[in-house]
């Protein structure tokens, strides 16, 4: 089976994230956002569109630099099932984190899971991330943003307001430090509906990042 592009989500799982905003936690705003930007018509339609070119999709959660953890494992997209299917483990995913703010520990960690699967070098891999502050644990997002893009990898982001700077500033920080050349910023703007302004933002960055590619490679065993 051809599988010709592989998409990693980092969700956020920082303390920061724990914080409640109005009915729930940034965490679970984030969580829940994604997994109905994925289930979009728009999203969906690109995953499943062309039988010759399917998505393979992990879900990593990160915080601190030793705290990644792979909350959904790499699945390969095939039908409307599939995608509900990822929806689900996602909003099942429980926070147990709860620390620092290591980004480019996890855009390493992300990095290790794309090189683990062998993937030709034709394959589109994307690393699709989400956050709401700087990284705070000593590490060197454009390090590793750079690394990523020796290894042909595209980084893209969502943003949010973070404890450390209004959601303009961490469209500039993660467009400066964090996104690869190639890569697309997107930022919630509108704090008093977040939850829908959040989902819309990773619909749109899916719809723009998951393209009908012609070729690519093999799920590992």
Known sequence: EVISQWLVLL?????????????MSFYDLQVEATARALVEPCVVGRLIGSPSARTA??????????????AVHWTVIR???????????????????????????????????????YIPLRCRKIINLTANGRDNNGGDP?????????????I????????????????????????TRDGLVFKVESEDEALEA??????SKFC??????????????
Request: charged share 15%; hydrophobic share 50%.
């Open 11 to 23: 969700i956020d799982a920082s303390s920061s994230m724990t914080k409640v905003f109005t009915k």
């Open 156 to 179: 893209n982001a969502v943003v949010m307001r973070g404890y450390d700077g209004n959601v303009e500033e961490m469209y500039e920080y993660y467009a400066s430090n964090v996104v």
């Open 57 to 70: 999709i992990g879900v990593i959660l990160w915080s601190a630099n030793m705290q990644q953890e792979i």
């Open 79 to 117: 039908s409307i099932e599939d995608v509900a299917a990822v929806a689900a483990r996602l909003r099942n995913t429980a926070n147990y984190l709860d620390s620092y703010t290591g980004t480019a520990a996890a855009v390493r960690f992300a990095i290790e899971q794309l090189k683990a699967a």
């Open 142 to 154: 454009s390090a590793a943003a750079s690394e990523a893009e020796r290894s042909g990898i595209t």
């Open 198 to 203: 959040l989902a819309v933002a990773n619909a």
């Open 208 to 221: 723009a990042e998951i393209a009908l590619a012609p070729s690519g490679g093999h799920l590992p065993a």
